[in-house]
């Protein structure tokens, strides 16, 4: 079975990644579980940092907030934090809940820190244009 693919519509344009639902399925049926509930829907990017990540998926809109509960770290040698790569942010190990995290250059040292369960397949130019406090109209799961 092929893997999935999340669709998120920005007002900058379109970003779609390929979640890695053999290596990481607790993260990536997390992921899936809340997109399809629509708890990500109308959220922003809290947290932009250049040449750095984009960070969403905090219903406080400070990185503060997550869906009420934590899930257990995963860790996969083939998923490593490279361009594009789709974390999950968290505040120490096993604390992720529904923050993630878009990379928009390798950045080697959060590997075995976060969890990585996606890989941008189109519109990383999106990625590298998005500002903070920019909203994440919709997530869908193809």
Same mark, same amino acid.
């Given at each position: 079975?092929?893997?999935?693919?999340?669709?998120?519509?920005?007002?900058?344009?379109?970003?779609?990644?390929?979640? #890695?639902?053999?290596e990481a399925?607790?993260?990536? #049926?997390?992921?899936?579980?809340?997109?399809?509930?629509?708890?990500?829907?109308?959220?922003?990017?809290?947290?932009?940092?250049?040449?750095?990540?984009?960070?969403?998926?905090?219903?406080?809109?400070?990185?503060?907030?997550?869906?009420?509960?934590?899930?257990?770290d995963e860790?996969?040698?083939?998923?490593?934090?490279?361009?594009?790569?789709?974390?999950?942010?968290?505040?120490?190990?096993?604390?992720?809940?529904?923050?993630?995290?878009?990379?928009?250059?390798?950045?080697?040292?959060?590997?075995?820190?976060?969890?990585?369960?996606?890989?941008?397949?189109?519109?990383?130019?999106?990625?590298?244009?998005?500002?903070?406090?920019?909203?994440?109209?919709?997530?869908?799961?193809?």
């Amino acid at each position: 079975m092929a893997n999935r693919t999340a669709v998120l519509e920005t007002a900058k344009g379109i970003i779609k990644f390929e979640l #890695k639902e053999s290596e990481a399925p607790i993260t990536t #049926k997390n992921f899936i579980t809340l997109a399809e509930k629509g708890f990500y829907n109308g959220l922003t990017f809290h947290r932009v940092i250049r040449k750095f990540m984009i960070q969403g998926g905090c219903p406080k809109g400070n990185g503060t907030g997550g869906p009420g509960y934590t899930i257990k770290d995963e860790f996969h040698p083939k998923l490593r934090h490279t361009k594009g790569a789709v974390s999950m942010a968290n505040a120490g190990p096993n604390s992720g809940g529904s923050q993630f995290f878009i990379t928009e250059e390798p950045q080697p040292h959060l590997d075995g820190k976060h969890s990585v369960f996606g890989q941008v397949t189109e519109g990383q130019n999106v990625v590298e244009t998005i500002k903070q406090g920019d909203k994440l109209l919709k997530v869908t799961i193809v």
